[in-house]
């Protein structure tokens, strides 16, 4: 049932992680008399992009040591201007990244960023959907009415047409389970499913859903009695100015559709402010400023996306990227108030003693590259080699050895066999040979 923790090798694990810190952050508020899941999640984002600021500082760093390296790369470029062959272009290639390998430069570093912030975001859709699931105080708050639930006659029938008559808030719940055990002290595990899946059907309940529910089971007055005392702490659970966090906005009027709007402006925002970098290499600068134009579709699908989840989700979206600009705008600050000549020699040096510790193993990337670039140099060798065969192949027509020149025995008026009177094209083999035959023989009288 959905109540119980997501599984899976990799995404369980991470929602119990943020199952858990969100659970201590919710805490927190609660020990200080604030009912809120806004808050907590507005909390928990900083805290989250907190885990992954040293990412985050790493990438600019190496933005900012590239682009002070930048004559140094535009210089490789220039030597390599116009070479389309895949030689020149391999060669290229290699000295970009032996320059990048001497500095600790990452291409990668901006993409594990956002590797890492994926499961992240996964495993806080799974919280934020099934809050109770993962907070113990949250999941106690709706108890009380749930059992009053599985002790009403034909309660299961009434919560299942409850949920059909409102399928389009409930679209994630689950009820394929047995009839309910109301002998809640001995209740079977599937008892205790019964259990969660009304919790989360609660979970989704905003004003006018509660009530409707307390009017369904009219005839157990212990529901009714039930939602009314928990009814103030649910709304207040689930309420960030006035706007319901376990609901989607959807796409209809409402005050909710500020959080996607809010979604999408920090997104925007955030692109704004991420700096360009130039390489000196139109063909680079093109396929980056393509990248750049791709990546726009994000603040639309954040927009998209805000409008079919729940709030909270949209909210964290919001948050985390206006938190996100913020960093950009405070380490890009950082970093061009400092001599950027230091930080590339402690880069330098910090490089070189990774290096030695190290010894001569390579990285996965630099042994590709090798390889690509081995390949590239056997090839060569090889044409070159087919060259110097067909070079010693060839025939030279009616052509006799220099050692047939005529020496002292022979009269100067002796017929020259070497010469056939065969004219050949100029700057050819032939007509080489013939004028060393010539050199040679005048010499000779």
Known sequence: MFLTKVGGLIMGPVSRVMGWIFSLIYNLFYGLNFYSIGLSIILFTVVVRLIIFPFGIKMTRNNKIQQYLQPEFNKINKKYKGKKDQDSMLKQQKELSALRAKYGIKTTSGCLTSIIQLPILYGLYNVINNVPAYVSKVRNIYLPIAEAIVKTENGYDKLSQFIGDNAA????????VGQFDTNLETAS?????VINTIIDVLSKCGDNLLQQLSDIFSSNPDVAQSIASKKDEILALNDFIGINMSEAPGFHWSRALIIPIF??????LSMFLMPKQKTGDAQQDQMAESMRRTMMILP????????MTPAGLGLYWGVSALVGALITVLTNKYYDSRDMKIIVDKQLARVEAERAKKGNKKSF????????YGQSEANEAAQKQAS???YSSAKLKNYSSPSAYINDEQSSDQTDLTDTGKTYKPGS???????????????EQ
Do not use: C, H, P, W
Request: avoid cysteine; hydrophobic fraction near 45%; glycine fraction near 6%.
């Open 189 to 193: 595990e599937a008892g205790k499913t």
């Open 388 to 390: 110097m065969r067909n």
């Open 263 to 268: 979604a999408f402006a920090a997104q925007m």
């Open 300 to 307: 639309v699908t954040s927009l998209i996306f805000a409008m």
């Open 169 to 176: 808030s409930f679209k994630r719940v689950t009820t394929t």
């Open 429 to 443: 083999l032939g007509a080489r040979a013939n004028a060393v035959r010539d050199y040679n023989n005048k010499g």
């Open 365 to 372: 990337s630099e042994k590709i590259m090798e390889a690509a």
